[in-house]
């Protein structure tokens, strides 16, 4: 077989082969039944997913703030990375990061060439968050920490872009399943990054940063599309916002649920995660948003039905440079007309909007587009971002030869439900 | 017909309709799992996690016929989750040995199945779904929420890797 023609009966033949363990088998499917109520944490997909499934499934890849001050600081010390902050528009950590219990660690581990500097470590009482710079992108797994000579376990969740110096500014940032002190060591080693087997490892103490946490009113309660929703937890910080949401309502129905948070000038808060608990009768929503500033006086929840997509219609364009604008329909939700593209170091940013009035996310969780060479390879580096309302860029590298397609789909009529929304007076808070 | 009664039993809460339907799939599943976590352990985390959304989401199954896919997209998602958890966030010691072991070059005495699950993450999930489910390239792009172009490119890279462990042979594997 080994020299010989590979066919898909092999490959069907081969998984064949794998030995079942029967009795095991059967005991982690009863095990799997034994569980009455679900803690679902949420995965990262592609923005076309969030079109077709579950609300759940938005969370990760909406990303979180990863530039701070310190960091800035930090950076500014190297001429090649000033004014990067015009660039990045995130801003959940640049409020934490002012504390001065934020830890500014600076260093660099360096082992046959690869270099990783480790930038800032901030610990807000939920999230341990460690910024890096690097050289040129490469993933930095598996890592392995310790608090107070002890392994946690935890979640974690990889963001970052380039530069325009060409360097990649990244953050990891770690929910720890257990609470830890205010005050501890943290041990974090490294075992590769990118190809390489490294052995680095770094420790510092951290100390608990102050979020200046403040609990707004709850229990206002509303409907959407017959399904009725409660407000269980309203909370600002330094941190961002934190919002909790029970809805009425069985899973069948969660898939098609959308909710934006939007502040009073209308801007949408920008989502750094979604978890969601519950059973089926009602599911526990908990949205942790990006910090609002001090002159918003409210906050409007807003979900919507998102309606199903019975057939999928995938539009594709070729994308040349010199005949902008380019206008793709995306049906009964309107054009995305490309506006225009500039490149600096080697990277394209290709700015994008929408004509369709409605309220899409802050990174447009509720269209697609995917941004490909002729082979069907992705072409983007960073993920897109709201630059103004329903206007959007993202970062891609352009292809040694072939066409740019730009392929998006049409998108169902959706339609913001006002009488379900519910606005929440946050100057009486102040 | 007998398999549509036991999924709306099962969608009633049914749990013994539920485990009837699971019969049938378990070891489909147990090996899909298998060859995305490599190891017994895992591959049991991952079926006993999708038991349990697919015993919370069975009523968004509309069909019978749809059931052996989605429950396969739950398992999927699970995988590459579990994965992914894995290998960005906690590695014990023990465990250590094994992701190097992944990212050392592969030598050309692996067997097929190995080389099936060292592919990447994107071409195995496609040649799985092709040739193990007998998806259609369509079925496959709706399953995977991607363009069919993405589709075929990635089996076509996919079989191509996988034949560089059979030099010589020839890739009939493209039946699109």
Not at chain 1, 106 to 118: A, P
Not at chain 2, 83 to 102: D, F, H, P, Q, S
Not at chain 2, 116 to 125: D, G, N, P, R, S
């Amino acid at each position: 077989m080994k020299e010989g023609k590979l066919v898909d009966k092999d490959i069907k033949r081969a998984i064949d082969t794998i030995q079942v363990p029967m009795e095991k088998l059967d005991n982690a499917i009863e095990n799997g039944l034994k569980v009455p109520k679900r803690h679902v944490k949420p995965k990262q997909r592609r923005a076309l997913t969030l079109v077709l499934s579950s609300v759940v499934t938005i969370s990760l890849i909406i990303g979180l703030g990863f530039i701070s001050p310190t960091m800035a600081r930090v950076l500014s010390n190297f001429p090649l990375l000033n004014g990067i902050f015009e660039t990045i528009d995130d801003s959940s950590l640049k409020v934490t990061l002012n504390d001065k219990n934020s830890t500014a660690l600076n260093k660099t581990l360096t082992s046959n060439g690869v270099s990783l500097t480790i930038q800032d470590i901030v610990f807000d009482g939920t999230r341990l968050t460690i910024s890096y710079l690097q050289e040129k992108q490469a993933e930095i797994y598996p890592l392995h920490i310790e608090v107070n000579g002890e392994v946690i376990n935890s979640s974690g969740v990889y963001r970052g872009e380039y530069l325009e110096s060409g360097k990649f500014v990244g953050v990891i940032e770690f929910s720890p399943t257990e609470q830890l002190p205010d005050d501890f060591d943290l041990l974090v080693k490294i075992h590769q990054i990118g190809d390489m087997v490294v052995d680095w490892q770094f420790n510092t103490p951290i100390t608990n940063v102050n979020i200046n946490s403040k609990k707004i009113a709850v229990g206002q309660k509303g409907e959407v599309e017959g399904i009725q929703y409660e407000v269980k937890k309203l909370e600002l910080s330094d941190t961002g916002v934190s919002l909790h949401v029970l809805f009425h309502t069985d899973s069948n129905q969660l898939d098609k649920i959308v909710l934006n948070v939007l502040d009073d000038n209308g801007k949408v808060l920008p989502i750094i995660n979604i978890e969601g608990q519950g059973d089926e009768k009602s599911f526990l929503f908990e949205y942790l948003m990006e910090p609002i500033g001090g002159d918003v006086e409210s906050l409007t929840i807003s979900p919507f039905f998102r309606p199903s997509i019975i057939e999928r219609k995938e539009v594709t364009a070729t994308l040349h440079e010199e005949q902008l604008p380019l206008t793709i329909s995306q049906g009964k939700m309107g054009d995305l007309i490309v506006t225009k593209i500039e490149e600096q170091n080697g990277q394209h940013t290709m700015y994008y909007k929408l004509t369709r009035a409605f309220t899409f996310g802050a990174r447009l969780q509720q269209s697609y587009l995917a941004v490909e060479d002729e082979l069907g390879n992705n072409l983007v580096v960073t993920d897109t971002k709201t630059i103004a309302y329903n206007q959007y860029k993202l970062v891609f590298t352009k292809p040694a030869q072939g066409d740019i397609k730009l392929t998006t789909m049409e998108l169902p009529m959706t339609k913001k439900d006002e009488n379900a929304q519910i606005t929440v007076d946050l100057s009486k808070t102040k | 017909m007998f398999g549509q009664s036991l999924l709306k039993k099962a969608q009633k809460g049914h749990r013994k309709s539920f485990l009837q339907l699971i019969e049938v799939e378990k070891v489909k599943l147990y090996k899909m799992a298998y060859v995305y976590m490599k190891n017994e352990n895992d591959a049991l985390d991952v079926v006993q996690e999708t038991i349990t959304r697919a015993y919370i989401k069975i009523e968004s199954v509309k069909e019978e016929q749809y059931f052996s896919t989605w429950l396969m997209r739950i398992l999927i998602n699970t995988a590459v989750e579990m994965l992914r958890r894995n290998a960005k966030v906690i590695v014990l010691e023990n465990e250590i040995g094994e992701t190097r072991a992944a990212h050392l070059p592969i030598e050309d005495k692996l067997d097929l199945l190995t080389a099936i699950e060292h592919l990447e993450e994107k071409y195995k999930t496609v040649i799985v779904l092709r040739y193990y489910q007998d998806l259609a390239v369509k079925d496959i792009a709706d399953f995977l929420n991607c363009p069919e172009g993405t589709v075929k490119t990635n089996l076509h890279r996919g079989i191509q890797k996988l034949k560089e462990f059979y030099e010589g042979g020839k890739v009939s594997g493209q039946g699109y």
